[in-house]
């Protein structure tokens, strides 16, 4: 996530000032506070103005710019603040862990507390930071071959990834899958697959043996990608430092490798998504069961719409697509569904407390769980506890 930091953008709700206050002197009351999730679902909203410091860590303001506190803005924290009158926020740690304290006049908050300035949000806002889909392990072994007469290679099967880029010729690459001819500029990804290579004369081609940290094969397998002239650099610069041995060579490979593995995901992605409302019902209906099948077994997690798209490989677009023409909901109101459902089931079976429950399927606080079990279902879920004990009770004495 980027985000800029204008001043003008950010006057209607307030300024910025640098020299910590002196509380005695403005006469202030201070609250201060400890934060460490990037999960929120209350936002403050003080009736008068007030000054926020950090004295430690860094941080983002997360506002509200509508009343309905549905369209949210986030704001760099790199300074003190002072927020205007009936202005909703809170704030979001972006160090493991962040100290921050609220100034208000004594004369605005007289005897409460802050918890009394507080609103709940309609839907929780879980800040997520800038990350990648997978990361790249190492590099096994890298090398370059000029083939000066036609031959014929049996590569034997192996867990690794084998990544080959042709110069110059062409080469053709039998695997379980098929047959892939590589003219000058394309490329190919295989793992654990015995490879037949007839190599043509003159054939100038480079081969990258890598590993990566992620539980799924990557989805860009057994496919024969035509190189853009970004690519081709890249992979130029990986060869060329593969000849180099000073301090940095292996990051810097590891660095070039990444980014073209990532430039073909994101082509390939682009590609899938058009695949996904155009193509055959079936592909459609397998990645989709893969993606329900996942959810369901990671139902008692914090799991968010951006884990599904890192571990499928998916855009958020592909998957709201996907969700929408098949589910006809989005991905987040089935996530939210399924984990309501498993609730009552939870509290069915009376192992836990409410709270407990509301822990292991995720939610953030007791209080938003309850506020969604009410809405979805039309009770609080105290009150379907008891009548789910009531019914086993008369059950019981049948």
């Given at each position: 996530m980027?985000?800029?930091?204008?001043?003008?953008?950010?006057?209607?709700?307030?300024?910025?000032?640098?020299?910590?206050?002196?509380?005695?002197?403005?006469?202030?009351?201070?609250?201060?506070?400890?934060?460490?999730?990037?999960?929120?679902?209350?936002?403050?909203?003080?009736?008068?103005?007030?000054?926020?410091?950090?004295?430690?860590?860094?941080a983002?303001?997360?506002?509200?710019?509508?009343?309905d506190?549905?369209?949210?803005?986030?704001?760099?924290?790199?300074?003190?603040?002072?927020?205007?009158?009936?202005?909703?926020?809170?704030?979001?740690?972006?160090?493991?862990?962040?100290?921050?304290?609220?100034?208000?006049?004594?004369?605005?908050?007289?005897?409460?507390?802050?918890?009394?300035?507080?609103?709940?949000?309609?839907?929780?806002?879980?800040?997520?930071p800038?990350?990648?889909?997978f990361?790249?392990?190492?590099?096994?072994?890298?090398?370059?071959?000029?083939?000066?007469?036609?031959?014929?290679?049996?590569?034997?099967?192996?867990?690794?990834?084998?990544?080959?880029?042709?110069?110059?010729?062409?080469?053709?690459?039998?695997?379980?899958?098929?047959?892939?001819?590589?003219?000058?500029?394309?490329l190919?990804?295989?793992?654990?697959?015995?490879?037949?290579?007839?190599?043509?004369?003159?054939?100038?081609?480079?081969?990258?043996?890598?590993?990566?940290?992620?539980?799924?094969?990557?989805?860009?397998?057994?496919?024969?990608?035509?190189c853009?002239?970004?690519?081709?650099?890249?992979?130029?610069?990986?060869?060329?430092?593969?000849?180099?041995?000073?301090?940095?060579?292996?990051?810097?490979?590891i660095?070039?490798?990444?980014?073209?593995?990532?430039?073909?995901?994101?082509?390939?992605?682009?590609?899938?998504?058009?695949?996904?409302?155009?193509?055959?019902?079936?592909?459609?209906?397998?990645?989709?069961s893969?993606?329900?099948?996942?959810?369901?077994?990671?139902?008692?997690?914090?799991?968010?719409?951006?884990?599904?798209?890192?571990?499928?490989?998916?855009?958020?677009?592909?998957?709201?697509?996907?969700?929408?023409?098949?589910?006809?909901?989005?991905?987040?109101?089935?996530?939210?569904?399924?984990?309501?459902?498993k609730?009552?089931?939870?509290?069915?079976?009376?192992?836990?407390?409410?709270?407990e429950?509301?822990?292991?399927?995720?939610?953030?606080?007791?209080?938003?769980?309850?506020?969604?079990?009410?809405?979805?279902?039309?009770?609080?879920?105290?009150?379907?506890?008891?009548?789910?004990?009531?019914?086993?009770?008369?059950?019981?004495?049948?």
């Amino acid at each position: 996530m980027t985000n800029q930091h204008t001043t003008n953008k950010f006057e209607p709700f307030g300024s910025f000032y640098d020299e910590p206050l002196d509380t005695q002197k403005h006469n202030l009351n201070q609250w201060e506070f400890s934060a460490s999730s990037k999960k929120l679902d209350t936002l403050f909203l003080f009736p008068c103005e007030i000054y926020i410091e950090c004295p430690a860590g860094l941080a983002l303001l997360l506002i509200a710019a509508s009343p309905d506190m549905t369209d949210l803005k986030t704001v760099p924290l790199r300074h003190n603040l002072k927020l205007a009158p009936n202005t909703a926020f809170n704030l979001i740690p972006l160090t493991s862990s962040l100290t921050w304290r609220i100034l208000i006049a004594k004369n605005c908050c007289k005897e409460q507390q802050p918890a009394d300035f507080t609103k709940p949000l309609p839907t929780p806002y879980t800040y997520q930071p800038v990350s990648v889909p997978f990361h790249l392990r190492r590099i096994v072994d890298c090398w370059f071959t000029k083939q000066s007469k036609a031959c014929h290679i049996a590569q034997p099967a192996h867990k690794s990834y084998e990544l080959i880029y042709v110069y110059e010729g062409s080469l053709d690459i039998t695997l379980s899958s098929g047959k892939n001819t590589l003219q000058p500029h394309d490329l190919i990804i295989y793992r654990s697959d015995k490879a037949e290579m007839s190599v043509q004369d003159g054939c100038s081609y480079l081969t990258v043996v890598f590993e990566v940290n992620h539980r799924r094969s990557l989805h860009v397998l057994d496919h024969t990608f035509h190189c853009t002239s970004e690519m081709q650099q890249i992979l130029w610069k990986l060869l060329i430092e593969s000849e180099e041995h000073s301090y940095y060579t292996h990051t810097l490979m590891i660095c070039y490798l990444q980014e073209v593995l990532l430039l073909i995901m994101q082509f390939y992605e682009t590609m899938n998504h058009k695949t996904l409302l155009t193509d055959s019902k079936s592909a459609q209906n397998d990645l989709l069961s893969e993606i329900l099948a996942y959810m369901n077994k990671r139902i008692t997690e914090p799991l968010t719409i951006e884990d599904i798209c890192h571990e499928f490989f998916i855009s958020r677009s592909s998957l709201q697509a996907l969700f929408k023409t098949h589910l006809n909901t989005s991905p987040k109101n089935y996530l939210l569904n399924i984990k309501l459902q498993k609730s009552k089931e939870l509290i069915r079976e009376n192992q836990y407390t409410i709270s407990e429950i509301a822990y292991r399927l995720g939610f953030s606080s007791i209080h938003y769980f309850s506020r969604l079990f009410k809405k979805y279902f039309n009770t609080t879920p105290s009150d379907y506890a008891r009548k789910a004990a009531e019914n086993q009770n008369r059950q019981n004495k049948l």
